[in-house]
């Protein structure tokens, strides 16, 4: 018994080391995946057509008698819905349910390719953003674009039960008072 208790950790010691190695990676580089939906060289610091896009998520969610917590892998999606044209991304940024930044994914703007898209994932054990958490997108292009279509997919587990959760973007647009 004591022998294949020790074959089934030993034989799940190169996936664990793989995953290991792939958080280390998109630690140190978020868009390592989808580097072939990106444009290389240099983007424009402003653009004539610009908006924002809100995507709520979940890293965590309170179930049963409140004191259960599902821990979800959150994986952000930016698909450049243009056939023609590319997409530049101005900000990827991650708020917790207080409204704090936990972290900017872009360090400078990034163009994706026509039909590209870019993948932001968050590790299931990263609960820093809670169950309140979303994602800021800030997107552009240097003349009309599709708009992108932009959600968020969260996937988690808990006993012997599968969750699965999409959260679409929503483009922020400010509402003001109604003139007299």
């Given at each position: 018994m004591r022998t294949s208790a020790l074959r089934g950790c030993l034989g799940s010691l190169p996936l664990l080391l793989w995953l290991t190695a792939a958080q280390a990676q998109t630690a140190k580089?978020?868009?390592?995946a989808s580097r072939g939906a990106l444009i290389e060289g240099t983007v424009a610091a402003t653009s004539p057509v610009a908006a924002e896009t809100y995507v709520p998520t979940h890293s965590s969610l309170v179930a049963g008698d409140?004191?259960?917590r599902i821990d979800?892998?959150?994986t952000l999606s930016v698909h450049n819905a243009s056939e023609t044209r590319p997409l530049v991304l101005r900000r990827i940024d991650y708020f917790d349910g207080s409204g704090r930044l936990v972290q900017r994914y872009l360090t400078a703007p990034v163009a994706v390719r026509p039909f590209g898209t870019v993948e932001i994932f968050v590790a299931k054990n990263?609960?820093?953003a809670g169950t309140g958490a979303n994602f800021v997108v800030g997107w552009g292009a240097d003349g009309p674009i599709a708009e992108p279509v932009i959600e968020a997919v969260m996937i988690g587990d808990f006993a012997n039960q599968s969750y699965s959760l999409v959260s679409p973007g929503r483009r922020i647009e400010i509402v003001a008072p109604a003139r007299p």
């Open positions: 580089d978020p868009l390592a409140g004191r259960t979800f892998a959150v990263d609960v820093r």
